[in-house]
């Protein structure tokens, strides 16, 4: 089965700001490298960011959720730097309709991320679920 | 306040038995340049930065590194889950399990518990962001010597990307001390 990867903003790029943004990886290959900004990723000798293997529609739920939600991390962090950046600032909205949406859809059908949003249901599905440390 | 998500920031899946590694691995939990020394560092300098850039950064940045202490420690637990008694002891951490059995505990790679001795607050936003991207470098050098020490893929991957994590902080705390100095905000 194919799994597909959402990313909404590939190849956005940011123009030459005076922030010192050139530009951005979009929200999959800037997850898989850790890092969104073009300007400050750096390699370590000749390692290749790994490849996340996905066998599941949860585990590609979760993918998604985790990519989008580096994204707005990243955007977080240099905003908190550059509050006035508007471009910065659009980009973290756009993305974080995508994430809501992508969030509301995995807690539904796999259970709670967060322990705000747990169904009424016996038995509890905040302790009916795994933690994250236990390999599935 | 906080709110847990029940989720890793980066997925950790490892599959084989690695004693010596999860011995090493320990020191970016509960050593001098690790994620705990990290996190509290930010959050207990966050209340004297001149303003809400530096407090948003050092809140932001110190929740950040839990999520990385929650790594780390998933990479230990999962390296040492099916160890025996006598493999631990073969790699010295037979003292380990004296005190603790096989639960976590923050300590550097020798077995050095953590101490807060590792971290500063000045009070002086400028000293305390120029420790705070000293703090970064050093944590991405051992990431470099962690990653040099093993062949395993499953425990290159996260360490590989937890690495660019240090680079990324770096910088925003050098925008901001660089900022901050040149507004003669402090």
Redesign the interface.
């Not at chain 1, 959402?6 to 123009?15: D, I, L, R």
């Given at each position: 089965m194919n799994y597909n990867y959402y990313e909404p903003f590939n190849n956005y790029n940011m123009p030459m700001s005076p922030?010192?943004i050139d530009s951005l990886f979009g929200s999959y290959e800037g997850?898989l490298?850790?890092?969104?900004?073009k300007n400050?990723?750096?390699e370590?000798k000749n390692?290749k960011?790994?490849t996340?293997?996905i066998n599941s529609d949860k585990e590609e739920l979760?993918?998604n959720?985790?990519q989008i939600c580096?994204a707005m991390?990243?955007l977080?962090?240099?905003l908190?730097?550059y509050?006035n950046n508007e471009q910065a600032l659009n980009l973290y909205s756009n993305y974080q309709s995508t994430y809501n949406d992508l969030l509301n859809t995995y807690q539904e059908k796999y259970g709670?991320?967060?322990?705000?949003s747990i169904k009424n249901q016996i038995p509890f599905s905040?302790v009916n679920?795994n933690?994250?440390?236990e390999?599935e | 306040m906080w709110?847990?998500?029940?989720?890793?920031?980066?997925?950790?899946?490892?599959?084989k038995k690695d004693l010596k590694m999860a011995k090493y691995l320990v020191t970016q939990y509960g050593g001098s340049n690790g994620e705990l020394g990290a996190a509290l560092r930010y959050l207990n300098q966050r209340y004297t930065m001149p303003d809400n850039?530096g407090k948003?950064?050092l809140t932001?940045?110190a929740t950040?590194e839990f999520a990385h202490i929650?790594m780390i420690?998933?990479m230990i637990?999962?390296l040492v889950k099916d160890a025996t008694i006598e493999e631990l002891e073969q790699v010295g951490l037979g003292s380990h399990y004296a005190e603790h059995n096989r639960a976590l505990y923050p300590t550097d790679s020798n077995g050095v518990p953590f101490t807060v001795t590792y971290f500063a607050t000045t009070g002086d936003p400028i000293a305390d962001l120029y420790e705070d991207m000293a703090a970064e470098q050093k944590a991405r050098a051992v990431y470099?010597n962690l990653?040099d020490l093993t062949e395993d893929?499953d425990v290159?991957?996260?360490l590989?990307?937890?690495?660019?994590?240090e680079?990324?902080?770096f910088?925003?705390f050098k925008?901001?001390a660089e900022?901050y100095s040149k507004e003669k905000k402090v």
């Amino acid at each position: 089965m194919n799994y597909n990867y959402y990313e909404p903003f590939n190849n956005y790029n940011m123009p030459m700001s005076p922030n010192n943004i050139d530009s951005l990886f979009g929200s999959y290959e800037g997850y898989l490298k850790g890092n969104l900004f073009k300007n400050l990723y750096s390699e370590y000798k000749n390692y290749k960011p790994s490849t996340i293997k996905i066998n599941s529609d949860k585990e590609e739920l979760l993918f998604n959720i985790n990519q989008i939600c580096f994204a707005m991390h990243e955007l977080n962090l240099y905003l908190d730097v550059y509050p006035n950046n508007e471009q910065a600032l659009n980009l973290y909205s756009n993305y974080q309709s995508t994430y809501n949406d992508l969030l509301n859809t995995y807690q539904e059908k796999y259970g709670p991320i967060n322990n705000n949003s747990i169904k009424n249901q016996i038995p509890f599905s905040w302790v009916n679920t795994n933690f994250p440390w236990e390999v599935e | 306040m906080w709110q847990y998500q029940k989720k890793l920031q980066y997925p950790i899946n490892i599959k084989k038995k690695d004693l010596k590694m999860a011995k090493y691995l320990v020191t970016q939990y509960g050593g001098s340049n690790g994620e705990l020394g990290a996190a509290l560092r930010y959050l207990n300098q966050r209340y004297t930065m001149p303003d809400n850039r530096g407090k948003a950064l050092l809140t932001d940045i110190a929740t950040e590194e839990f999520a990385h202490i929650e790594m780390i420690s998933t990479m230990i637990y999962q390296l040492v889950k099916d160890a025996t008694i006598e493999e631990l002891e073969q790699v010295g951490l037979g003292s380990h399990y004296a005190e603790h059995n096989r639960a976590l505990y923050p300590t550097d790679s020798n077995g050095v518990p953590f101490t807060v001795t590792y971290f500063a607050t000045t009070g002086d936003p400028i000293a305390d962001l120029y420790e705070d991207m000293a703090a970064e470098q050093k944590a991405r050098a051992v990431y470099e010597n962690l990653i040099d020490l093993t062949e395993d893929e499953d425990v290159i991957g996260p360490l590989l990307w937890l690495r660019q994590r240090e680079i990324v902080h770096f910088n925003r705390f050098k925008e901001l001390a660089e900022i901050y100095s040149k507004e003669k905000k402090v």
